[in-house]
């Protein structure tokens, strides 16, 4: 957590086995903070990835991190931070145009930040450490960021023994936002002169703005006026009293109006993820609207191409049927039609429609072979069936014809109970001959454990007469006179 009470608070980092302390300004890393989330959400499932160079001094004890240079990363290898040669050349530039001063802050180590994957050093980034950062005392700062949580960072450092334990930070810390501050708008200052205090360029640029979209200037006439009073100092104000109380009648001239720039706020807007988000919900409604569609062609492709169809004008009125009948068989209804009927062999297509009582009518299309076979096998659900066919021929009258079956649906309820009856009959038969088995095994059972208790009934008597002869015996010797 950030310490102190001024105005650019540091974070202290150290565990014992980095030979230093690590303080580092909570401006600075706040943000890279913000500059790494904004390339979080920059593209969707991760974003893109960035890094750039960490800029302090280092006293022998601690190593202080006072400013950052973010490098231009041109992502030749995609949106992980993998250097391109390109890359490697800009970093080389970025660490020496900072190592050129003395005293003032030069390369401490680097940053990059961790999008898909855990905070850890890979074997790039080792050899990226190893190549540019060499000394004993520089540091790696890799960072994570979330969606919901807060961004979370380690640092990485060269132990005693100069090994670096790259496959995870020793201590990882939660990186919390510090309160938004106002900066007054307008173009970054070019960079000026060494300064007096570090010796180095002073590095005049614009902080990250926050993610929360585009910034919006708000018109002038809406800001306060401040009075001069208002912005006086404490030394001014005592000044001013003094002039007052010496000389009353004395106009006092009143200070220009202070030009104060109107600060920038930012206003959310859509990010890229809730625009693709958009895209993904439109592709997919589509999709089921073309799925809904095929899935009811029968219905409506006909009566289409009905529409389309150019009217015959010339055609001669409908005088030939097709003799349709119908016959049941167990519920499954068989519609026939005369095949050598005239025309049929030249029928573009055909059209069946069949009207259940009380239902929806289903239309049916038939192409030539079809029409050819002269049969449709239908699997009917009421007792009333209406048929229709209609067969359309090129340059030609329709042949039509109509049929109706009525008929009681086949009574499958004495069958199924009789199914279900012989079933719980070989259900019981079976359960009865395993009864039957488990009760010859109890009995074998049974028989067994009789035998052994007669035979230990046996091996107990003889026991029991072979220790009354001993005893007999013993007896038998303690008499007197033996």
């Known amino acids: 957590m950030p310490e102190g009470g001024t105005d650019n608070p540091v974070i202290l980092w150290s565990v014992p086995q980095c030979p230093f302390t690590i303080e580092a300004s909570a401006r600075v890393l706040d943000d890279i903070r913000l500059a790494i989330t904004d390339a979080f959400f920059s593209l969707p499932r991760g974003g893109a990835e960035i890094g750039g160079v960490l800029l302090g001094k280092f006293d022998g004890a601690k190593v202080t991190i006072s400013d950052y240079a973010a490098l231009d990363c041109e992502h030749a290898f995609g949106p992980s931070f993998v250097l391109s040669p390109a890359d490697e050349a800009r970093l080389s530039s970025l660490i020496a145009a900072h190592d050129g001063f003395a005293g003032g802050p030069r390369a401490v180590g680097w940053y990059h930040s961790h999008t898909r994957s855990e905070i850890f050093l890979s074997e790039a980034d080792l050899a990226a450490h190893e190549r540019f950062f060499p000394e004993q005392w520089q540091v790696a700062l890799v960072l994570k960021p979330h969606t919901f949580q807060p961004t979370r960072y380690g640092y990485f450092f060269r132990q005693e023994d100069g090994s670096v334990h790259a496959s995870a930070s020793y201590r990882e810390e939660q990186l919390e936002a510090l309160p938004l501050r106002q900066v007054p708008a307008g173009p970054p200052l070019p960079a000026g002169p060494p300064s007096h205090e570090t010796g180095g360029p002073q590095l005049h640029r614009t902080r990250p703005t926050p993610m929360f979209g585009p910034v919006v200037d708000i018109p002038s006439e809406s800001a306060p006026v401040a009075s001069p009073a208002g912005i006086a100092s404490a030394g001014g104000q005592a000044a001013a009293a003094a002039m007052i109380a010496k000389d009353e009648d004395a106009p006092i001239e009143e200070s220009a109006p202070l030009d104060i720039p109107v600060p920038r706020f930012a206003v959310e807007s859509a990010s890229s993820a809730r625009r693709w988000m958009t895209l993904g919900i439109a592709i997919v409604g589509g999709l089921g609207i073309c799925a809904a569609a095929y899935k009811t062609k029968d219905l409506w492709m006909p009566r289409l191409m009905t529409a389309v169809r150019p009217a015959q004008a010339a055609a001669p ?80 009258a329709e042949l039509r014809g109509s049929a109706s079956f009525l008929g009681k649906m086949p009574d499958h309820k004495a069958e199924e109970e009789a199914a279900a009856a ?61």
Do not use: C
Not at 331 to 337: C, F, H, M, T, V
Not at 432 to 455: E, V
């Open 317 to 396: 009125a409908v005088t030939t049927t097709v003799g349709l009948t119908t016959l049941d068989r167990d519920g499954q209804l068989q519609i026939s039609w005369d095949r050598n009927v005239p025309g049929l062999r030249d029928a573009a297509y055909g059209m069946l429609e069949i009207q259940e009582s009380g239902a929806v009518p289903t239309a049916i299309q038939l192409d030539g072979a079809s029409l050819q076979t002269g049969a449709f096998t239908y699997a009917r659900t009421t007792d009333k069936v209406d048929i229709k066919l209609t067969v359309h021929r090129k340059d030609a």
């Open 422 to 482: 012989k079933e719980r009959e070989a259900e019981a038969i079976k359960q009865r001959d395993d009864l039957a088995q488990q009760a010859a095994r109890m009995k074998a059972d049974l028989n067994s454990q009789a035998a052994k208790t007669k035979k230990l009934e046996k091996d107990m008597e003889a026991i029991r007469e072979e220790m009354h002869r001993e005893q007999q015996r013993r007896m038998t010797n303690q008499a007197p006179g033996k």
